[in-house]
């Protein structure tokens, strides 16, 4: 019997275990990270990230920048002014103007469908917002929210700002029933009103708990 070939033998069965098990503790680790990474992303906010200018007219006021409410817990809307579903988030942002504006909450309305600089004064006096609605331009809005031309969303898209001027929340391009619920918006808002000067990470982990 040749000796050396029966320990090279057993040495290739050794090697041949070894990556069948090196193969299967990779695939293991992948499934385990893949977990955790979907785990993760369900339940934790979006990256809190400073919200770039935009620049929107409000009728009979003029040009504004969302960087002048620098200091202000920011609601900001984009809508379409035909849009049944923005004129209902319209009601709800009064509600919560009259309610939470003597602490810091400031919403915002900014229109961008076809024609709004002509239908957005409508829009206002119909819905009897209590808070600022202008209108900018296309291009803008989806430069703002970091979506192309040819991407397709949802409107109303929802923006809460905190008083640095950093996003903690965006609605998702086409949505989610979560993102509309009041109950939702609120527990959002006031976290960031409760958010101390510095202290992000409190409203980003209140607004993940939130969604759970």
């Given at each position: 019997?040749?000796?050396?070939?029966?320990?090279?033998?057993?040495?290739?069965?050794?090697?041949?275990?070894?990556?069948?098990?090196?193969?299967?503790?990779?695939?293991?680790i992948?499934?385990?990270v893949?977990?955790?990474?979907?785990?993760a992303?369900?339940?934790?906010?979006?990256?809190?990230?400073?919200?770039?200018?935009?620049?929107?007219?409000?009728?009979?006021?003029?040009?504004?920048?969302?960087?002048?409410?620098?200091?202000?817990?920011?609601?900001?809307?984009?809508?379409?002014?035909?849009?049944?579903h923005?004129?209902?988030?319209?009601?709800?942002?009064?509600?919560f103007q009259?309610?939470?504006?003597?602490?810091?909450?400031?919403?915002?309305?900014?229109?961008?469908?076809?024609?709004?600089?002509?239908?957005?004064?409508?829009?206002?006096?119909?819905?009897?917002?209590?808070?600022?609605?202008?209108?900018?331009?296309?291009?803008?809005?989806?430069?703002?929210?970091g979506?192309?031309?040819?991407?397709?969303?949802?409107?109303?898209?929802?923006i809460?700002i905190?008083?640095e001027?950093?996003?903690?929340?965006?609605?998702?391009?086409?949505g989610?029933?979560?993102?509309?619920?009041?109950?939702?918006?609120?527990?959002?808002?006031?976290?960031?009103?409760?958010?101390?000067?510095?202290?992000?990470?409190a409203?980003?982990?209140?607004?993940?708990?939130?969604?759970?």
């Open positions: 019997m040749d000796v050396s070939r029966l320990f090279e033998g057993r040495s290739l069965h050794w090697i041949l275990e070894k990556s069948v098990l090196k193969q299967a503790f990779l695939s293991l992948g499934v385990f893949f977990s955790v990474s979907t785990f992303a369900s339940t934790l906010a979006p990256a809190i990230r400073k919200a770039p200018e935009v620049a929107f007219t409000v009728p009979g006021k003029g040009q504004e920048l969302l960087s002048q409410y620098r200091g202000k817990v920011v609601a900001l809307e984009f809508i379409f002014t035909t849009c049944p923005c004129q209902a988030a319209s009601h709800l942002m009064s509600r009259n309610e939470l504006g003597s602490r810091g909450f400031q919403a915002i309305d900014v229109a961008f469908n076809d024609n709004s600089d002509l239908l957005v004064s409508a829009f206002a006096k119909e819905q009897q917002t209590t808070f600022p609605v202008g209108w900018t331009t296309r291009d803008q809005v989806l430069a703002f929210l979506i192309s031309a040819v991407d397709r969303f949802v409107v109303p898209q929802l809460l905190d008083r001027g950093m996003i903690h929340y965006q609605t998702p391009p086409l989610d029933e979560e993102s509309y619920k009041e109950e939702v918006i609120r527990s959002r808002i006031e976290a960031l009103l409760s958010m101390p000067s510095g202290h992000r990470s409203a980003l982990h209140h607004s993940a708990a939130s969604k759970r």
